[in-house]
């Protein structure tokens, strides 16, 4: 049995309170993400995979660090970071929001949940965020604290996951709704339990408030899933690509714009309140823009794992995108894809040629996402 010490980067790494845990439950390798350790293999991804879709899996997401905005005027500085319009989310609520800058260029693209009226977290994809949050705020005027909390989640995601938690928490959970949470514990531990996840599957974030609980919190939640068939896992890249879900750094980044992800219901440019890159975004929706994300299958063997650098995609000899996440899927029995390219090839049924880690090879656009599109199963 791996050791946790065998891992280790020195102590710029930070580990989560569940690291000693997922060691134990057979975490064999990890990746960083927001300067943490994220497990990463627990053997093979495909099982995995199946794991997530037919039972359920645990997973440490302790890396989705959290941003805290508080004070007078926290609602009007959170609005300030994104083009959603937020007037009319409600305490308990969570939503989906982009953070862009003064060129409209994408941040991040974390789950904002509002605790109280002037309480918010922003739940973090791998870019730091509460530098950003903090310089804005130096010079805004606003009277807001922004901090980050002693907060850790954790994802349970897969069919089984209602199951599971009515057996933690009994059967008034399963009322929670898609996108909302709830303050609660568990056996003394202060927990927020949210109906989110990154895996277009039934799933919940269970939000640890205290890191010192963090072995007890995985070992309590493993053992009521064990006659669910619950087993520790790390995020799919197969299932979530075949959700079309972004990963931040790999299908966006600083220089990616809302309308090209076709993102464009959480940019709202009507509403009076003000937000950083209003301008741009107004600029670049009159303008239209230059390139989009499109769904490819990819003709070849099948994939052995995630493309791990960006294949250059070609039309008729010229360089016109590139495929940002790849993966096979062994539910469509397809290599799938997310791709940016050229707008005026992004069509349904176009033929690229995409240079894969194999070599040269054909792709077809088609539609994203590769499975469930209408997002049925986590909104359930």
């Known amino acids: ?51 997530l879709v037919n039972d359920a899996i645990l997973c440490d997401v302790a890396v989705e660090r959290q941003v805290e905005i508080t004070g007078p005027d926290a609602a009007k500085f959170t609005q300030m970071l994104t083009p959603r319009d937020l007037s009319t989310m409600a305490v308990g609520q969570c939503k989906y929001v982009l953070i862009t800058n003064a060129e409209g260029g994408i941040l991040n693209d974390p789950i904002l949940l509002r605790l109280a009226e002037n309480h918010f977290w922003l739940s973090l994809a791998d870019s730091d965020i509460l530098l950003w949050a903090q310089g804005v705020a130096v010079h805004s005027g606003m009277d807001v604290t922004i901090t980050e909390p002693d907060v850790s989640p ?33 056996d003394g531990i202060p927990l927020i339990v949210s109906r989110t996840g990154w895996s277009s599957e039934l799933g919940y974030e269970i939000y640890l408030r205290d890191g010192s609980k963090g ?101 008729a000899g010229e360089a016109i995108g590139k495929v940002t996440s790849a993966v096979y899927s062994p539910r469509l029995k397809r290599n799938i894809a997310l791709a940016m390219v050229a707008v005026e090839y992004a069509h349904l049924g176009s033929e690229l040629e995409v240079v894969a880690g194999s070599g040269p090879t054909t792709g077809w656009i088609v539609e994203r996402p590769f499975y469930d599109p209408r997002k049925r199963i986590a909104a359930a």
């Open 154 to 186: 954790l994802q349970l995601q897969g069919p089984k996951s209602g199951e599971i938690m009515q057996e933690l928490f009994g059967p008034d959970i399963m009322d929670l709704r898609y996108y909302w949470f709830i303050e609660t514990e568990l």
């Open 1 to 51: 049995m791996m050791q946790s010490e065998e891992f280790g980067f020195g102590t710029q790494i930070r580990k989560s309170p569940y690291f000693d845990a997922t060691v134990r439950w057979g975490a064999q390798g990890f990746s960083v993400y927001n300067h943490m350790y994220i497990p990463r293999d627990f053997g093979d991804p495909e099982q995995n995979f199946w794991n």
């Open 215 to 315: 072995g007890t919190l995985w070992e309590t939640i493993m053992a009521a899933g064990m006659p669910y068939g619950l087993k520790p896992g790390h995020t799919s890249s197969i299932r979530r690509i075949e959700g079309g879900m972004l990963s931040y750094h790999a299908d966006a980044d600083i220089h990616t714009n809302p309308f090209e992800l076709g993102l464009d219901r959480l940019v709202n440019l009507d509403m009076e309140a003000e937000f950083i890159g209003k301008a741009a975004l107004t600029r670049i929706k009159a303008e239209g823009v230059r390139r989009k994300q499109v769904g490819l299958i990819i003709e070849d063997a099948p994939l052995k794992g995630p493309n791990t650098s960006f294949w250059p995609v070609y039309k």
